[in-house]
């Protein structure tokens, strides 16, 4: 049997709520978009890329935002000492181009638990907790977590628009 994304039912973001339920439901919705895009393609589909000479495939896309929930919120915001899931100093964009070989199921997999795990991770940090990222020039920013929440929108938001027009080249499907 051929194994397929599974379906989702994507759940609606919140219309009221207090400042954590709004930043919480939002980027849950754009979780769910993601995985709405990829529901019910094989893993071949999923490897297909966008365009020429683009590489960017729905995969890499579900193993990229792996990569960045557990940075954001796990390494960085609740300072786990962890190291990347795809991502090596051999192949510092693995989680987009190592795509060939890469196990779909387990890769789907991984992406849930990441995301289990960066919301378990977050139920413990207040809005307003910051840590100190270092920039690669040197510098330092202090960062809360409020700002992790709002950067983590605008990935997904970004990355959905372009598995959106991956999904529309792989079958013509379109939609929210």
Excluded at 2 to 11: D, V
Excluded at 51 to 58: I, R
Excluded at 137 to 166: F, K, P, T
Aim: hydrophobic fraction near 40%.
């Amino acid at each position: 049997m051929t194994w397929r994304a599974p379906e989702i039912t994507r759940k609606n973001e919140p219309y009221v709520g207090d400042e954590r339920t709004m930043l919480e439901g939002w980027l849950d919705y754009h979780r769910d978009t993601l995985l709405l895009k990829c529901a019910g393609l094989t893993a071949e589909q999923l490897k297909t890329p966008s365009v020429e000479p683009s590489g960017l495939t729905l995969l890499g896309l579900v193993r990229h935002l792996t990569e960045v929930e557990r940075w954001w919120f796990r390494i960085r915001a609740a300072g786990e000492p962890l190291d990347s899931v795809y991502c090596t100093d051999a192949s510092p964009d693995g989680d987009l181009d190592d795509i060939a070989d890469a196990d779909a199921a387990a890769d789907f997999a991984a992406y849930a638990a990441e995301v289990e795990a960066a919301r378990q991770a977050a139920a413990n940090l207040t809005l307003d907790q910051t840590f100190t990222r270092r920039r690669r020039d040197g510098g330092a920013d202090e960062i809360n977590v409020r700002w992790v929440y709002v950067h983590m929108i605008e990935e997904y938001a970004r990355h959905n628009g372009h598995a959106d027009l991956i999904r529309e080249r792989i079958d013509g499907v379109t939609g929210d």
